[in-house]
């Protein structure tokens, strides 16, 4: 079993930025891939961004490349996500999850689920 917490969200203003962290424990960390994803109300829950086992190897939607950077410390068991240049259309609560070893935007590719933070841009 895996846990998953993060933290980091609150309320910032267009153009601010904000880092997100999400803690893993029980499991292995080191040898999973981890990623975000985020759900806006009323939409669907959609990938952010993801990393390998290693932290070498990334992955992000195209709507945050340049502006959002994922990040890993196997050391604290820690998937960080920068924020920058955020957008009121980024309000969304935000998910980390874990699962396999490479990244992927599929939901499915994913096996524990964090309870989310939300992050909120005011315009």
């Known amino acids: 079993q895996v846990q998953l917490v993060e933290s980091g969200g609150g309320l910032v203003q267009a153009g601010g930025s904000l880092r997100l962290s999400c803690v893993a424990s029980?499991?292995?960390?080191?040898?999973?891939?981890m990623a975000w994803f985020r759900q806006a109300p009323g939409k669907e829950r959609e990938f952010v961004a993801s990393?390998?086992?290693?932290?070498?190897?990334?992955l992000y939607a195209d709507f945050v490349k340049g502006r959002f950077t994922i990040s890993r410390d196997n050391a604290k068991n820690t998937v960080y996500l920068q924020m920058n240049s955020l957008k009121p259309e980024d309000t969304a609560v935000y998910y980390c999850?874990?699962?396999?070893?490479?990244?992927?935007?599929?939901?499915?590719?994913?096996?524990?689920w964090g309870q989310g933070t939300q992050v909120t841009v005011s315009s």
């Open positions: 990393i390998d086992w290693r932290g070498v190897s990334t």
């Open positions: 029980g499991r292995a960390f080191s040898s999973y891939a």
């Open positions: 999850a874990v699962g396999g070893t490479y990244p992927k935007t599929a939901r499915g590719g994913y096996d524990y």
